[in-house]
Structures are given as structure tokens and as C-alpha cells.
């Protein structure tokens, strides 16, 4: 049986550390994303469910004291006094899903804004990648549109306001 765990805020590999050490089995399931952080894009692996994490127990009398006074463990997710459980089933198909490839912050037709360089403040529209650390963006200059190169930490997503 699976169970569901609700850690503290920033704390899901803590959580998933210290029951591992108690010798429960568990599955933190990450991604890999594009971030904006500090006015930089960077890449970061973070957890999936963001707080989430499941933990198995070898049967249904389980003391989940134990588990709830783990460090990083908030509380278990429950349904009144029972615990919430999760099917093996579902947990294998996630660990299929799981994503280790890198989910783009931008993708093609997202409107972005140049944040550093000499076009900074100027929008364009995403066009696509050109290798790992650049990218195309159509943007407009004297009523003409043109496709530049541009280093992606040089992008921003655009406001919506304008």
C-alpha cells in the first residue's frame, strides 16, 4: 500500500531522505524545468507534486506515528482518521511518466521581453531553440519584424499587462 505525504514547505527531499533511512520505501518524483530565478534562466529539478511524496508500507496496521514525526513530514494526507492510499498501480504509471528530460520555460509563439543587452525591453515572440544555451526571437524593429539570436538568459517571459 502507498500512502501520501504532505512535507513541509521546501522539504520533500528531507522528508523522502529520512524515511528512507527508517527503512520505508519511497517515490519523490522530480522534473527537470526551465526556470526564471533572479532575473536568470536556470535549469532546476524539482519535485513534480510540489509537498507531495508517497511512502509504502508493508502492511495495512502500519503506526504511522513514525511516519508522521519524521523530519520534513507535515502530515499524512487522510480522509478524516484514515490515512489516504494510493494504489501500486497508479504509483507505477507515475514512475513511468516520470519526466528526466528538461520541460522548456519558453515554447514557440510565447511572447517574451529582452532583459539584459542593448535591445533590452523590447518583446518578441518565441521562435525555437538554436542549441542549448540561445534561441530565435522574432522581433520588430522599424516596422520591419526581424528573427535575431539571443542567449535564452537574456529572455523573460513577457507581462501580460503590457
Do not use: C
Not at 2 to 26: C, M, N, Y
Request: aromatic share 8%.
Amino acid at each position: 500500500m502507498w500512502f501520501v505525504i504532505h512535507s513541509k514547505p521546501r522539504e520533500e527531499l528531507k522528508a523522502k531522505e529520512h524515511l528512507d533511512r527508517q527503512g520505508f520505501d519511497t517515490f519523490l518524483p522530480m522534473i527537470s524545468l526551465e526556470k526564471v530565478q533572479r532575473g536568470r534562466l536556470k535549469v532546476v529539478t524539482e519535485p513534480l507534486f510540489s509537498r507531495y511524496l508517497f511512502v509504502q508500507t508493508s502492511s495495512g496496521n502500519q503506526n504511522f506515528s513514525v511516519i508522521r514525526s519524521t523530519q520534513g513530514v507535515h502530515r499524512m494526507v487522510a480522509f478524516g482518521p484514515i490515512p489516504a492510499q494510493v494504489s501500486d498501480s497508479l504509483v507505477d504509471t507515475l514512475k513511468q511518466l516520470e519526466l528526466p528530460e528538461l520541460t522548456p520555460l519558453f515554447k514557440q509563439g510565447d511572447e517574451v521581453v529582452l532583459a539584459t543587452g542593448p535591445l533590452k525591453g523590447l518583446r518578441g515572440i518565441y521562435q525555437e531553440p538554436n542549441g542549448d544555451k540561445r534561441a530565435h526571437v522574432l522581433i520588430e524593429l522599424i516596422s520591419q519584424p526581424h528573427l535575431i539570436p539571443v542567449d535564452k538568459e537574456q529572455l523573460l517571459p513577457a507581462p501580460a499587462w503590457g
